[in-house]
């Protein structure tokens, strides 16, 4: 039996700030209440999840984050800045500023098993893997509210953020949910390039070019255009007034590298499957594939 005596709140909170966490909330673990579940379960039923089948997959664990760790009694939501200080010049094939960097999946997992470990009792750690609704955490911890473009977004800090999650066995006193909406200026809404906002921050991913840049893996209609959007978009967040005055990052990783930065439509044409490798092994790119990318970078403007 281990007799280290748990970590308070704010030791962890210094802790997840010395790892480059901006912020930090604590919620109780119990199941997703009702009405966000339905939510969810309606936004599913309709098709908007596109062909991103998991989604649909694990209701019970994803109403319920006591199935991801039995023993688990608080859940730690921990968000960082994604937002570099070098990003890429207008003029090319654009990248969506969280995938300027190194893969967050593995950026923040290995700082959060770090937290974890301070933390201590059982931990189970989480990065956009498990079918976690982490946006609903991270309201119910006061970490953020969801803006009408779906997005998590921070008082006075904006949505230029990661989530990860820690579900720890230990009990810490819960914060007090945020109970605030975003201005409702509708500036996402209007500037969608999809026509992808379909309102209560629910968001219609088969017209979002997030999702047909990332996910989707077919070939696009005849004529389709990207604009210079080659993956992922930015648009709904770029406009939004809480991003005015974007938080910097603090951990090196999601700076971009020059490789990245000087990425032009002829380099990316040429792009053979090694290379390809080789500068996406650690992005998040790596995602769409070689195949992928070429088809996306077929439809830009
Ligand atoms: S752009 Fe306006 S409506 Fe959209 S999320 Fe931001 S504040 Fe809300
Ligand atoms: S990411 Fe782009 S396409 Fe998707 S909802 Fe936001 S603005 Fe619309």
Not at 137 to 153: D, K
Not at 158 to 165: C, N, R, T
Not at 278 to 295: C, E, N, P, V
């Amino acid at each position: 039996m281990s007799l280290k005596q748990s970590p308070c709140k704010d030791e962890i909170i210094a802790e997840a700030k010395r790892l480059g966490f901006y912020k930090i909330g604590f919620a109780k673990v119990r199941s997703v209440e009702k009405a966000s579940a339905s939510q969810y379960a309606d936004w599913i039923s309709v098709g908007c999840h596109g062909e991103m089948s998991y989604l649909d997959r694990y209701h019970d664990v994803r109403n319920n984050p006591q199935q991801l760790l039995p023993s688990a009694k608080t859940i730690i939501v921990c968000a960082a800045s994604y937002y570099p200080a070098k990003k890429q010049s207008i003029e090319l094939p654009q990248i969506a500023t969280y995938a300027l960097g190194r893969d967050y999946h593995e950026v923040l997992r290995e700082r959060l098993m770090l937290l974890a470990d301070f933390v201590g009792g059982e931990t189970r750690v989480c990065v956009d893997t498990a079918p976690l609704r982490e946006r609903y955490w991270a309201v119910q911890a006061g970490v953020g509210f969801v803006g009408r473009n779906s997005q998590l977004i921070i008082p006075d800090a904006g949505s230029y953020f990661f989530l990860g999650e820690i579900l720890t066995s230990i009990e810490f006193p819960a914060d007090t949910p945020l109970t605030q909406s975003c201005l409702e200026c509708g500036r996402c809404v209007d500037s969608c390039p999809g026509n992808a906002i379909i309102g209560n921050g629910a968001i219609d991913a088969r017209r979002c070019l997030s999702y047909l840049t990332i996910e989707y893996k077919g070939d696009f209609p005849e004529g389709f255009s990207l604009g210079n959007r080659l993956y992922g978009c930015d648009e709904c967040q770029a406009v939004c007034p809480h991003n005015s005055t974007p938080i910097f990052t603090s951990i090196p990783d999601f700076e971009p590298s020059d490789e990245l930065l000087s990425l032009d439509k002829k380099t990316i044409s040429e792009l053979t499957p090694e290379l390809f490798s080789m500068i996406f092994r650690h992005s998040a790119i790596k995602r769409t594939k070689l195949m992928g990318l070429l088809r996306n970078l077929k439809a830009l403007d």
